[in-house]
C-alpha cells in the first residue's frame, strides 16, 4: 500500500520491490512519474492493481490504526472508483471486488475495506535515542503517524528512516511527529534528499524564507497563457487547491504578479500558503505557512472547504467527463484529483486543446495556431470517468475549462464556449477541433489581451 509514491523515482524506494513473485497486489493512490517499474508490472498484468483516491488512503490508515473495519466514503462516486463502473481496478487480472457501493440514511456512499499492515517504511528527520522522530526538514509531514500506529497495532514491524541522531530529551515534544515506540529499527541516511529535485531546500520546510523576486517567470507559451488565464479565476480571500500539469504553473503566475497572501493556496499533501511548487516540487511549497497531516488536508477538501480547485484535463467528453488517469493500457491513477474535484465549489479545469506537436506565436497580444497537435484533448467518449459532469452539474459545481484559444463552461445543456482569444477563428481553430457539437453563443468575450503579452499583467 502507498498514497502516492513518495520516495520512489526511477529505480528507487517501491520499485526496488517490482520483481516477478515479490508482489502480488498493490494498492495506492497514484502510479504516475514516481513508480514506472511497479507500473510496468501493472500495466503487463504480472500483479493485482488497484486504484483508491489519495486522500481515502490517507485516510484508510486511519481506520487501519483503529482496526475499524474500513473507511466509508462519498469520494469516488460516478467515477472509475464506483463499482458500479471499474471500482478502482487497475488491469485484467485484477478481479476481485474491493470497493463496495452502499446506502446509509438514504445517501450513497462507498465502503474502502481497511487491509492489516505487518509492515511499515516511513520516514523523518531526526530521531532521539528512543526513537521519538521529528519532521523539521521534510516539506511535507503526509501520514507518517498513521501508518506507524496500524502497523504497531497489527503486532507488525515499523521502519523508519532519517537523516541524524540526537540524545534523549533533546527533542522539543512539540516537534515529536511520531512517538518512539512506535518504532521499531531505525536507518540513519545523512545524505537523504528533501525531494526529487533538490538536497536540502530551507524554504521548503519553515527554515528560511525565499525572496519572491528569486521565483522567476515561466516562458510565455500555451501552458503559461493558460495559467495566466485560470490565475483570473483567483478572488481575495478564497481558499484554493493547485494541481499538477498546465494547472501547476499557476502559482509562478501569482509570484509574479506578486499576489502572497490575498488567497490560500493548499496542496493535498498539507500544505498551506506560500507559494506551491511545480514539477519535480509538487506537494511542497516555498515560504509555507503551514504544514498539516496530509489526512486533515482531505478532511477539510471532502467536507466542501475548497472555494477553488484548479486541475489539469487530459481528455472532455459531450457530458463534461473528464479523463486524467487512462490512456491506452496504461493507468497513473487519480492521485487527490477525485478528493479535490468532487467536493470543490467550483473547479478550473486546464489544458491545451490539442496536445502532441501543438506550435503557436504570438504577436502583440494576439495568438495564432501555426501547427495543430496531432491529438485531440476534445473526444466524444473519455477513456476512464476521472470527474463526472453530469454529478458536477446536479451538485451544482461552477465548472470551467481553460485552454490556450478558448474558454468553456459546462451548462446544464452542455459544453458552451465563454471566451476565445484574440487572433482565434472559433470555427476554424476551435470547432473543427472538438468531435461534438458546441453551444456558442451570440456574442462570445474576447480573453484579456494581457495574458499574451510578456511582463506582468
Known amino acids: 500500500m502507498h498514497t502516492t509514491g513518495i520516495g520512489a523515482v526511477t529505480q528507487y524506494g517501491l520499485n526496488r520491490l517490482a520483481h516477478d513473485g515479490l508482489i502480488k497486489r498493490v494498492i495506492g493512490g497514484n502510479f504516475g ?18 486504484n483508491f483516491p489519495q486522500g481515502v488512503m490517507c485516510q484508510l490508515y486511519r481506520a487501519m490504526a483503529g482496526k475499524q473495519p ?47 499492515a ?50 534523549r530529551g533533546k527533542l522539543n515534544p512539540h516537534m515529536v511527529r511520531i512517538p518512539g515506540f512506535l518504532i521499531d529499527k531505525l536507518v540513519i541516511d545523512e545524505n537523504q534528499a528533501q525531494n526529487y529535485a533538490v538536497n536540502f531546500d530551507p524554504s521548503l520546510c519553515g527554515e528560511a524564507r525565499r525572496p519572491i523576486e528569486s521565483i522567476k517567470p ?44 490575498i488567497f490560500s493556496i493548499t496542496v493535498e499533501s498539507g500544505v498551506i500558503g506560500g507559494f506551491a511548487g511545480h514539477g519535480l516540487y509538487f506537494g511542497s511549497a516555498y515560504n509555507a505557512e503551514a504544514i498539516i497531516d496530509q489526512a486533515y488536508m482531505f478532511d477539510f477538501y471532502d467536507g466542501g472547504g475548497l472555494d477553488i480547485a484548479f486541475v489539469s484535463f487530459a481528455e472532455v467528453d459531450i457530458d463534461g467527463n473528464v479523463n486524467v488517469t487512462r490512456f491506452g493500457n496504461r493507468n497513473d491513477g487519480a492521485g487527490g484529483f477525485i478528493d479535490i474535484t468532487q467536493n470543490a465549489r467550483r473547479i478550473v479545469f486546464s489544458g491545451t486543446l490539442t496536445g502532441g506537436g501543438l506550435d503557436i506565436t504570438l504577436d502583440s497580444g494576439h495568438l495564432r495556431v501555426e501547427k495543430e497537435g496531432k491529438i485531440k484533448k476534445f473526444v466524444p467518449r473519455v477513456n476512464q470517468i476521472s470527474f463526472s459532469g453530469r454529478k458536477a452539474i446536479g451538485d451544482d459545481v461552477n465548472v470551467t475549462f481553460v485552454t490556450e484559444r478558448a474558454v468553456f463552461r459546462l451548462m446544464d445543456h452542455g459544453i458552451e464556449i465563454s ?33 499574451f503579452l510578456d511582463g506582468p499583467m
Open 33 to 50: 512519474l514516481q513508480l514506472p517499474f511497479m507500473k510496468e508490472l501493472i500495466v503487463s498484468n504480472r500483479i493485482e492493481a488497484y
Open 70 to 116: 474500513g473507511l466509508i466514503s462519498h469520494v469516488g462516486l460516478g467515477t472509475y472508483i464506483d463499482p458500479r463502473l471499474e471500482g478502482g481496478k487497475m488491469n485484467a487480472v485484477t478481479t476481485e471486488n474491493l470497493i463496495e457501493f452502499l446506502e446509509i440514511g438514504g445517501r450513497e456512499v462507498l465502503f474502502f475495506p481497511a487491509p492489516v
Open 118 to 167: 505487518n509492515m511499515a517504511l516511513i520516514r523523518g528527520t531526526t530521531a532521539d535515542d528512543n526513537g521519538n522522530i521529528s519532521l523539521e526538514h521534510e516539506a511535507a509531514t503526509l501520514e507518517g503517524l498513521s501508518i506507524a500506529q496500524a502497523v504497531h497495532n497489527a503486532g507488525g514491524t515499523v521502519i523508519c528512516q532519517v537523516k541524524r541522531i540526537t540524545g
Open 218 to 261: 515561466d516562458p510565455l507559451n500555451e501552458r503559461r497563457i493558460i495559467a495566466r488565464r485560470a490565475a483570473l479565476e483567483l478572488y481575495p480571500g478564497a481558499v484554493v487547491n493547485m494541481g499538477v500539469g498546465v494547472s501547476a504553473g499557476i502559482p509562478n503566475v501569482t509570484a509574479e504578479e506578486k499576489l502572497d497572501g
Open 419 to 451: 471566451e476565445v482569444a484574440p487572433g482565434i477563428d472559433i470555427e476554424r481553430d476551435v470547432l473543427s477541433q472538438i468531435p461534438f457539437s458546441i453551444s456558442v453563443p451570440k456574442t462570445v468575450k474576447l480573453m484579456d489581451h494581457r495574458i
